[in-house]
């Protein structure tokens, strides 16, 4: 925990936690200014430290304090749970903390979905960071994703203000492409760390050669400015309060159901039925497509008075076409068609690519606003209406543009050749990659992800030789963790890299494999400290720490922590939601109506 962790780090003298709210906060807004959540600077910019914990402001001494009120009474009286059994539940997971024991934390939609969701993760990636879990075989946290490819959705950037790879989509705070990258590479918060996250340069640009292809120059920021610039959280909670309101016209939903997915299924269908136009792409009919039929479960539906069409059209499902799907474990792995699709149904490329050739030849003809997006979108497919799913993932993957050599001037790679890994990834235009976490799975060799060796000598259950797994057929993330400061493995029994004295050897792909034991280098290589961040610094909205917010629909009508910080203060909120949801005394009128 000491070495791994920011445990003794010094936080910034004006952070500080009062009556449930964190420094920074703007009641007005319902957000933090977060600048007091960051480390305290030395005179070279780097983050201080206190080697024996005994600062009161190190991370460590922050965490004691923070969580000292959440006592077994405190936890039982808030949860319902006995004290007994809260009690012996923590003396089983403690007893992971041993080097020969592990433990493994899976959670789903019941930990995530809740306005203190976020922070209900963060409380198990701090405990399994406090018991020495994280990158050990049989430990970390493990989501257990509804569907085969979930994972593939966020990998691949469908998010609304994601790129692919887990790149952010530029802000219009970020109008340049020097303040886009600046604000989106990392600076070192300790010396001598090697920072995955310091390529963010060479991520992007090869992304956008995907996009752009030759139209994507150094002298136009590689098509920067074709990028849409985000203003405020377009995802799709924001996206159907803007339909409620009458502020969009239309909706193409592609394998999603928002109908049996969203809270409030009357304000979803109040919102669908206020769009000119809906598109449904999916392999069944689905509630959505069908929202404007009443079949006297919602009372505000009356059909007559809808006036959006709506159009569906059926897609393949999985079985019916080649492709790939990513499982939480990170894997890729291929799979075959097995039949045709029926009747009309086509597959997801086709009908895209059917709406961006009609679309792109509007514009063609009859001009618009921001055409360079789409006439300058590079689309050198075999069959231009038809792109494979060969083809796509061998684009995710990456290509060589020009002949790639090292330091000394040798040929490494030559032009047009498929990448075997992201390393190889440049940020002056001579490389592509639609997604830099997939570099590496279709190479020169082949198809990584059709493998199917499942060998596993060592009974861990790594089977590097099954499919692929990002980042570099990496199985365990941050497995640096599973070794001491010398290089040797915690526990022999759950060996996945050891350090012999010149290079990384073991079961796993090392983390890095350059970088030996005493060179300052952390295992947790995304952070900008490469360290486990038990205080997480700016990147949460409702803190640095997990705290207890009550629903906002809460029977309770207060916080028994915090009277006058009831709910989560940094949720988002539409005002009709905050309406809809009730209060305490609506609740206990409703209850007493069931008995």
Not at 293 to 320: K, S, W, Y
Request: glycine letters at 8%; proline letters at 5%.
């Amino acid at each position: 925990m000491k070495s791994y962790t920011n445990a003794n780090l010094i936080v910034r003298d004006d952070y500080h936690f009062e009556d449930g709210l964190f420094s920074g906060y703007d009641a007005k807004n319902r957000q933090y200014d977060k600048t007091s959540w960051n480390y305290e600077l030395d005179g070279n910019g780097f983050a201080k430290r206190d080697e024996t914990l005994q600062h009161p402001r190190c991370v460590w001494q922050l965490l004691k304090l923070h969580v000292s009120l959440y006592t077994a009474e405190v936890v039982a009286n808030i949860c319902g749970t006995p004290q007994e059994d809260f009690i012996k539940v923590c003396e089983y997971i403690a007893e992971t903390s041993e080097k020969d024991k592990t433990a493994s934390f899976l959670y789903a939609l019941g930990w995530t979905q809740h306005s203190i969701g976020a922070q209900n993760i963060r409380t198990m990636a701090i405990i399994q960071l406090l018991l020495g879990n994280m990158g050990m075989a049989g430990g970390g946290g493990n989501a257990l994703r509804g569907h085969s490819n979930i994972q593939g959705l966020t990998d691949l950037g469908l998010l609304s203000q994601s790129l692919t790879g887990y790149m952010n989509l530029p802000s219009e705070k970020q109008s340049t492409l020097a303040s886009y990258l600046a604000a989106n590479t990392p600076k070192q918060i300790l010396p001598n760390q090697v920072n995955s996250w310091n390529n963010y340069p060479k991520f992007f640009v090869s992304l956008m050669k995907t996009f752009y292809g030759d139209k994507a120059q150094k002298e136009n920021d590689w098509g920067f400015d074709w990028l849409p610039k985000w203003d405020k959280s377009y995802d799709v909670l924001q996206y159907f309060e803007m339909m409620n309101k009458g502020e969009v016209n239309g909706y193409i939903c592609q394998g999603f159901n928002p109908l049996a997915s969203f809270p409030d299924k009357n304000k979803i269908i109040g919102s669908l039925s206020k769009l000119k136009f809906l598109f449904t792409i999916d392999p069944l009919n689905t509630e959505t497509a069908c929202f404007w039929q009443n079949h006297g479960e919602f009372n505000n539906v009356q059909p007559a008075e809808i006036m959006t069409d709506v159009f569906r059209l059926p897609c393949c499902c999985f079985a019916e076409e080649n492709g790939s799907i990513v499982n939480s474990a990170r894997w890729l792995q291929w799979h075959w068609k097995g039949a045709d699709a029926p009747a009309e149904a086509l597959g997801d490329g086709e009908i895209l690519a059917g709406i961006f050739h009609r679309l792109r030849q509007l514009y063609q003809q009859q001009g618009g606003a921001v055409p360079e997006q789409l006439l300058n979108m590079r689309w050198d497919y075999y069959d231009p209406y038809r792109p494979t799913a060969e083809e796509i993932a061998q684009e995710s993957n990456g290509y060589e543009l020009a002949d790639l050599t090292d330091a000394n001037g040798n040929l490494m790679v030559k032009k047009g050749q498929l990448m075997s890994a992201f390393a190889q990834l440049r940020d002056d235009g001579t490389t592509s990659s639609g997604c830099w976490i997939f570099a590496g799975s279709w190479t020169s060799a082949g198809n990584q992800m059709a493998r199917r060796d499942n060998a596993d000598p060592s009974g861990l259950g790594n089977t590097l030789g099954w499919a692929w797994a990002w980042p570099a057929n990496r199985r365990i993330l941050y497995n640096r963790a599973s070794a001491d400061l010398e290089g040797k493995p915690w526990d022999p029994k759950r060996q996945l890299i050891e350090w012999d004295g010149a290079k990384w050897t073991g079961i796993d792909i090392a983390d890095y494999s350059a970088a030996p034991p005493d060179s300052g280098v952390g295992p947790f290589i995304m952070q900008p400290e490469e360290l486990g961040r038990l205080f997480a610094l700016d990147k949460m909205a409702e803190g640095p720490f997990p705290e207890h917010y009550e629903p906002f629909e809460t029977p309770l009508g207060t916080n028994p922590l915090h009277p006058n910080v009831i709910s989560n203060p940094a949720a988002r909120l539409f005002n009709d939601d905050l309406n809809a949801l009730g209060n305490a005394e609506k609740f206990l009128m409703s209850a007493q109506l069931i008995v």
